[in-house]
């Protein structure tokens, strides 16, 4: 079995046992700490008329948040069970989704027939691949980008894979949301920082802006407060484009 086929049937298992609601999962923060936080940084850049798509948007939480801040909004996610989940747990919101690998270029490029040049928000997507499956999706999402769009892309930084590893060793062990994905065999990869913005640049991205933030989780730590990882954000397009 290859390693994208057990990594997607990983994550099939995981949204099949997930507990239901908002802050069950240990990345699902709530929108006003996470992509309210982002939302303005990628608006400085982006054409808001543009679609925008939620690459790997697991059960939806940001993608309804960001629902009616661009002309259509799309979320899309490898795994069936996440997609399943997002449905469900937001019938009434104005926001689609549907599965999608990222790393299916065919597919990728039949969504940009579909809705032209798009936005795409990505939130610690490509440290859970494969090299190879990040090098993939980084030209896909050029390719879904095109000449107008925007990227606002996420990652946590290799420091955030040490304090996953100290909170996971605790006199207790794992916290329980951190156990459920331990349990499912999901875990960071190895993504150096310097290779997020390389993976841009080399497809034919340009970084407009980039910088740091804390990624704020749904566990708590010994004092009672969330944890937070330590992450690195970009902005990027087409290197033609103008503005961006």
């Known amino acids: 079995m290859s390693d994208s086929r057990r990594t997607l049937l990983a994550w099939e298992g995981f949204w099949r046992d997930a507990p239901p609601g908002a802050g069950q999962v240990f990345w699902?923060?709530?929108?006003?700490?996470?992509?309210r936080v982002h939302l303005p940084i990628l608006a400085g850049h982006a054409d808001a008329a543009?679609?925008?798509?939620?690459?790997?948007?697991?059960?939806?939480?940001?993608?309804?948040?960001?629902?009616?801040?661009?002309g259509r909004?799309?979320?899309?996610?490898?795994?069936?069970?996440?997609i399943d989940r997002a449905r469900s747990e937001g019938p009434d919101a104005v926001?689609?989704?549907r599965r999608l690998d990222a790393a299916d270029e065919a597919a990728v490029r039949a969504l940009h027939a579909e809705l032209g040049d798009s936005n795409v928000y990505m939130r610690g997507l490509l440290h859970q691949c494969t090299a190879g499956e990040r090098a993939r999706i980084a030209a896909?999402?050029?390719?879904?980008?095109?000449r107008r769009g925007r990227l606002f892309a996420v990652e946590p930084v290799?420091?955030?894979?040490?304090?996953?590893?100290?909170?996971?060793?605790?006199?207790d062990g794992p916290p329980a949301k951190v156990r459920a994905v331990l349990a499912h065999g999901i875990a960071p990869g190895e993504m150096p920082d310097s290779e997020l913005p390389a993976l841009l640049r080399a497809h034919g991205l340009r970084i407009a802006a980039s910088g740091q933030l804390p990624l704020t989780t749904t566990e708590y730590g010994a004092d009672g407060s969330l944890i937070e990882?330590?992450?690195q954000w970009a902005v990027a397009g087409a290197s033609e484009a103008p503005g961006g």
């Open 50 to 70: 543009l679609p925008l798509v939620d690459l790997g948007c697991g059960n939806g939480t940001q993608t309804r948040y960001l629902a009616g801040h661009f």
């Open 28 to 35: 699902d923060s709530d929108p006003s700490l996470t992509a």
């Open 140 to 146: 896909n999402t050029a390719a879904l980008l095109g």
């Open 229 to 231: 990882l330590p992450s």
């Open 158 to 171: 290799a420091a955030a894979k040490e304090a996953l590893q100290t909170l996971a060793q605790g006199p």
């Open 73 to 82: 909004v799309l979320g899309v996610d490898g795994a069936a069970a996440a």
């Open 95 to 97: 926001v689609e989704f």
